[in-house]
């Protein structure tokens, strides 16, 4: 008479197919998160470069100059016209700052021109956007 065991054992396995769909969860789900650290704020413009300590703001309003003279107020084309009106309504009860996304090959008259009617808007603090060395 053959006796048999209580209990059989298998040997355990490795499922490799939840294993992968975990991982590309997790790829995906860290893009999205390094996706949303962006700035996304500004127009992509070739800034100049420098060395400056990096300042820490709540929701920025950014003016961008681009080498070709246009205006944009975070993603809002303006004029030298429109420009102070609507960074009056922009900045109505924040901070009164801006930061300034210029172009290395944009004329500098035109930035400072917009500069000067951001301080017409009541602008107080400006800061200049570079690129790291």
Do not use: C, W
């Not at 997790?26 to 996706?35: D, E, K, N």
């Not at 470069?49 to 100059?65: D, I, M, N």
């Not at 681009?66 to 609507?86: G, I, S, Y």
């Amino acid at each position: 008479m053959k006796l048999r065991r209580s209990r059989s054992y298998r040997r355990g396995r490795i499922e490799i197919i939840p294993m992968i769909d975990v991982m590309f969860f997790l790829l995906v789900t860290f893009m999205l998160a390094s996706l949303a650290m962006q700035n996304l704020n500004a127009i992509a413009v070739n800034l100049p470069k420098g060395s400056a300590q990096s300042l820490k703001h709540k929701e920025p309003v950014t003016l961008t100059v681009t080498q070709d003279k246009k205006l944009f107020l975070d993603k809002t084309p303006v004029t030298l016209d429109t420009l102070a009106l609507t960074l009056k309504r922009m900045l109505a009860g924040q901070e009164p700052g801006l930061i300034v996304n210029a172009d290395s090959a944009a004329p500098e008259g035109i930035v400072v021109e917009a500069m000067l009617a951001a301080r017409r808007a009541g602008v107080e603090h400006f800061q200049i956007a570079i690129k790291r060395e």
